[in-house]
């Protein structure tokens, strides 16, 4: 192979000259192409239905075909997104074929007898083409895949993994868990795959499981009859009957009563649900997206959420990051929170200084995204000029200076042992009791977690008061 700058590219040559296939075919093969012959138009047809190509060369004058039959079949495939691009030769004195080829959709044509250099040019000049079209379709469909679901922004990969599943389920029923800190945006994905996907003419119901006392989750998800209750005046319809053709979204899954969980089970698994005082059941068509912050998996092997209900709620699990594991979309997500809070209040256009910027990159975020777009709308409301400062930055969001932390001054005169079961107690809190989530966070092994656990005799869903 000699040195050469150009693609190696996939080259059809179509030629029914033996001798002069193997003239190009030998220059194109020291360029280092890989080069198939076919002797004739039915020949390179049948090789284009085999597999990609990315470059035709093709005599315009075939024994048993014209080779505009070539071009045509290759324009038909770039317009499915294939890549070939034709170039066309022509040994008959004329070029009023070749002009009429490239009419057709052939990118360039040469004439016989065939100048090498003329050749190689030719073929660098398509390779170049072939090129910018795939850089071309790669940031289209980038482009395409991130603007499929507007409201959601991120361009991490974190975030582009987040979009590769939702590209992926999105035209289907798949029923979808959404795990996740409070703040990470699960309402805004749910929201996303139902207007992006078959059920976006159905309706799109919430509820929020940790909201509601047993008794009334359940008239609220599945309705009840006239008298179920006191207080029951009127019949009243469910949740699932008013996402009936549409998608119900059942935030903070974890924090429902397991009475409630074996009924939820079965409305999934029959597709259909019974009112609260009737016997009579309904049938239903809802896609169901259930949404947590809370370690299912460890919660059913404790015995608080129905593992059959955990394994049919993952059929598709979508894990959204943190902010703090995403720091790099925060300047997008802060201007964009900017001009949404501006135009919300009626205040000029403004900008973060790169200080203030600097300031909100060093926080950790624990409410993230939401105590963003929070922290985003005072800076709005309370700056004066077009660029936002860092003493404009909620206090809670600077840090704090001047000797130390509030916070560890209160540890003083504190053991280790005690400092240290708090910060697991504290971090299990947080994460809802996600001991993947809490070992990375503390930043040591989940067996070593488990074993400070242990230690401590902590619970994953009551931990245990770090004063005692």
């Not at 009419?103 to 040019?121: C, F, M, N, T």
Request: net charge neutral; charged share 25%.
């Amino acid at each position: 192979m000699t040195a050469s700058t150009t693609t190696p590219l996939k080259v059809l040559l179509v030629e029914d000259d033996v001798g002069h296939a193997e003239v190009i075919d030998d220059v194109l093969t020291r360029e280092g192409h890989a080069v198939e012959v076919a002797h004739s138009g039915g020949a390179g047809l049948a090789a284009l239905a085999r597999g990609p190509v990315d470059l035709v060369i093709t005599d315009l004058r075939l024994q048993d075909r014209d080779g505009l039959d070539l071009v045509h079949r290759c324009r038909e495939l770039r317009e499915g997104g294939a890549t070939p691009q034709v170039v066309v030769v022509t040994g008959y004195g004329t070029v009023e074929g070749a002009v009429s080829a490239m009419r057709e959709g052939a990118l360039h044509y040469l004439q016989k007898p065939l100048d090498v250099g003329i050749l190689r040019e030719t073929v660098k000049a398509a390779a170049r083409r072939i090129a910018l079209e795939r850089e071309n379709r790669h940031l289209h469909a980038t482009i395409d895949k991130t603007f499929a679901f507007p409201g959601l922004l991120g361009s991490t990969q974190a975030m582009s993994r987040v979009f590769d599943v939702m590209n992926q389920i999105v035209d289907t029923d798949a029923t979808v868990l959404l795990q996740g800190e409070s703040g990470t945006g699960k309402e805004l994905v749910a929201r996303a795959l139902h207007h992006a996907g078959p059920r976006r003419g159905g309706p799109f119901v919430a509820l929020n499981c940790a909201a509601l006392a047993e008794g009334v989750l359940e008239s609220e998800l599945f309705g009840h009859e006239r008298g179920a209750f006191t207080g029951a005046h009127a019949r009243r319809a469910g949740r699932f009957e008013a996402a009936h053709g549409g998608t119900l979204f059942l935030d903070e899954i974890g924090d429902m009563p397991l009475g409630t969980q074996a009924h939820l089970l079965r409305a999934l698994e029959l597709g259909e649900i019974t009112r609260v005082g009737s016997n009579d059941p309904i049938r239903v068509d809802v896609r169901v997206i259930a949404a947590t912050h809370r370690d299912l998996e460890g919660m059913a092997a404790e015995g608080t959420f129905r593992e059959d209900l955990q394994f049919r709620l993952r059929v598709v699990e979508i894990r959204l990051p943190p902010l703090r594991e995403r720091l790099a979309d925060l300047p997008h997500l802060a201007e964009h929170f900017l001009v949404e809070a501006a135009q919300r209040h009626g205040k000029p256009a403004r900008s973060i200084s790169p200080e203030a910027l600097e300031v909100l990159m060093s926080y950790r975020w624990p409410g993230n995204v939401r105590e963003l777009k929070n922290a985003v709308e005072s800076m709005v409301l309370l700056s004066r000029g077009t660029v936002i400062p860092p003493d404009v930055v909620p206090p809670y969001v600077r840090p704090v200076g001047g000797g130390a932390p509030d916070v560890l001054k209160s540890l003083s005169g504190l053991r280790l042992a005690d400092v240290e079961r708090a910060l697991v107690t504290n971090t299990l809190r947080d994460v809802g009791g996600n001991r993947e989530r809490a070992s990375q966070l503390l930043g040591i092994s989940s067996r070593t977690l488990y074993r400070k656990i242990a230690e401590y005799g902590l619970s994953r869903r009551q931990p245990a008061d770090p004063a005692r």
